[in-house]
């Protein structure tokens, strides 16, 4: 390939990755509006070949098989399958794909926020003039860390 | 249909599909499954594109720049996305056309050659 085509090829890639980050959404709606007319005008041609419409709507669906998987095709396509940077774009789609880094630490970090969180605002609520009810907040997150450790530990 | 074209249609040879959307999209503008049926078409029903693959194949060479989507209406007045090939895609079509055609030459000549006794 010429050095030329290269370079117009780096360029042309990352004007589309900046294009589809910034306008998520949009792409989004597109990728939905592409397949769904796909589908139609498959649909369309089963009809015509005599084929009655629930039939050949079924046949369609099954002849393009998974949208869901096409669809990750599609963003993989335009370089948005990195975890960190375009995903973080919409929340959605950061925790929804079993693929990202964080959607795989998401449960246990939900695990060990529903453990720490009581005890971490109590002493915070707590008179600060009232050492009492510091210790007794200290104590509770050193409990209940001991806790999340040993279950980590466990897992 | 369907299943008798799949029965005795060909799969697509990894790699070759990129070449063959540059080609259908250069005889003019096309939509996804348009490029689908010219492709089959042309093949004359011989050769089975996998329609998932189809998608994103089309992305990746509109993120390479070698085609350019703008949204229209198709036949049955929906909307629907037109592909067509841009400069740079001509070039790198004119580019795969030559190496396959030079690798499609190397294979036959492999292929044609017969033991030096015989």
Redesign the interface.
Known sequence: ??PR?VV??V???L???VRSVARRHRLEA?IE???A??L???T?D?IH?GHPPAEAAR?ARL????VT??KE??R????LWQPCCSRAWSSRCFLASSHTIPARCWPGFCFCWRLLWPPVGFPLAAHPGCSRWRLYGTIEIEKRALRVSAVLTIR | MMEARQEKGIDLLQGTLDLLILKAVSLGPLHGYGVLLRIQQISGEELVIQQGSLYPALYRLEHQGAIVGEWGESENNRRAKYYRLTAAGRERLGEETRKWERMAGIIGTILSSVAEGA
């Open positions: 390939m010429s085509l117009a090829r360029i042309a890639s004007r589309s990755w597109e509006a592409e397949l007319c796909h139609e005008n498959l369309a089963l070949a046949q002849a393009l098989g998974s998987v096409h095709g599609m993989a396509s335009l370089g």
